[in-house]
């Protein structure tokens, strides 16, 4: 069965940093392309980062530009996030996202496997 | 970036009625980009529809999917009681990936 399990999430002060990984099973990894979503509680979702299949293509929201850092092990089937210089509005549950399958030609697609999520607080 | 502001931001209906709900773009999305993704309390979002119309895995057919350029649509034939939720459209063609602001569907 496929699965994408988070981790690594807790209570940060503000300026702390954060990894969050993000175990994959059930499917080949390497094979496709992986996104970071958040979404602060009560609000609506917000589309964080990505990263292609063999991870030289990488994208982030404006949001969290210059802070975050994406990448991913294929080898180890994860999927990381780097966080830093964290803020209060960065206070979310973050969740990993399967995107696009890569096996030959690359075409967007749909997150279509959604982990379960991992809760950052950041708090003084 | 491409806005997409979803409308009304909550619908109040009946087990029985027709849902359907509205997903505006700020600029015209290619309709093989448009997604629509429901969430329960507590749960993840899942995967309703993609390319604007074509169902997901497992996705009863009461859930369809419409619409071109900058207009796109989520209808739900007959709502069940596991049907209400948040939906949440999204396009994905071209970074930043932007999903809009959810709809919430709840018992009337």
């Known amino acids: 069965e496929v699965h994408l399990v988070e981790s690594g999430g807790g209570l940060v002060q503000p300026g702390g940093s954060l990894r969050l990984s993000c175990a994959a099973s059930g499917f080949t990894f390497s094979n496709y392309e992986m996104n970071w979503v958040r979404q602060a509680p009560g609000k609506g979702l917000e589309w964080v980062s990505y990263i292609s299949s063999r991870g030289t293509a990488i994208y982030y929201a404006d949001s969290v530009k210059g802070r975050f850092t994406i990448s991913r092990d294929n080898a180890k089937n994860s999927l990381y996030l780097q966080l830093n210089s964290l803020r209060a509005e960065d206070t979310a549950t973050y969740y990993c996202?399967?995107?696009?399958?890569?096996?030959?030609?690359?075409?967007?697609?749909?997150?279509?496997?959604w982990g379960q999520g991992t809760m950052v607080t950041v708090s003084s | 970036e491409i806005v997409l502001t979803q409308s009304p931001g909550t619908l109040s209906l009946s087990p029985g009625e027709r849902a359907t709900l509205s997903c505006k773009a700020s600029?015209?999305?290619?309709?093989?980009?448009l997604a629509w993704y429901q969430q329960k309390p507590g749960q993840a979002p899942r995967l309703l529809i993609s390319d604007s119309s074509s169902r997901a895995t497992g996705i009863p057919d009461r859930f369809s999917g419409s619409g071109s350029g900058t207009d796109f649509t989520l209808t739900i034939s007959r709502l069940e009681p596991e049907d209400f939720a948040v939906y949440y459209c999204?396009?994905?063609?071209?970074?930043?990936?932007?999903f809009g602001g959810g709809t919430k569907v709840e018992i009337k």
């Open positions: 600029q015209s999305v290619s309709s093989t980009y």
């Open positions: 996202a399967r995107g696009a399958y890569c096996g030959g030609d690359c075409y967007s697609d749909a997150f279509d496997i």
């Open positions: 999204q396009h994905y063609g071209s970074s930043p990936f932007t």
